[in-house]
């Protein structure tokens, strides 16, 4: 079982990105798939997350209306579009899946890491001029 993250780079303030996660090994579409971020100094904190058919999204506060997150499940990737990006926003971001066959979507709100057993190895964001 595999995630792998691209699309990170450098860009300015106020640029957009779009970050892909690709999957593996595993049916994603039995799986709720979340977006994290990691930042020097910093603990991981959740970004985004999107039940097994993309029939839920949640989002920080902080990029609430900023990002968005998608699914292709005929592809095995998830996207995280980010707009109007902001220095705070600079960050290993990861994608993580958590095994839900059941297609619940309660526990996806918490956007926990400790929820998310499969990782990928990130792909670096950063916002600067």
């Known amino acids: 079982l595999q995630l792998v993250e691209s699309g990170g780079g450098l860009v300015q303030p106020g640029g957009s990105l779009r970050l892909s996660c690709v999957a593996s090994?595993?049916?994603?579409?039995?799986?709720?798939v979340g977006w994290f971020r990691q930042a020097p100094g910093k603990e991981r904190e959740g970004v985004s997350c999107?039940?097994?058919?993309?029939?839920?999204?949640y989002y920080r506060d902080s990029v609430e209306g900023r990002f968005t997150i998608s699914r292709d499940n005929a592809k095995n990737t998830v996207y995280l579009q980010m707009n109007n990006l902001k220095p705070e926003d600079t960050a290993v971001y990861y994608c993580?899946?958590?095994?839900?066959?059941?297609?619940?979507?309660?526990?996806?709100?918490?956007?926990?890491?400790?929820?998310?057993?499969?990782w990928g190895q990130g792909t670096q964001v950063i916002v600067s001029s």
């Open positions: 090994g595993l049916t994603i579409d039995l799986y709720g």
């Open positions: 999107i039940g097994n058919s993309g029939e839920i999204t």
């Open positions: 993580a899946a958590e095994f839900n066959p059941g297609h619940r979507t309660v526990w996806l709100q918490d956007l926990s890491p400790r929820d998310y057993d499969y």
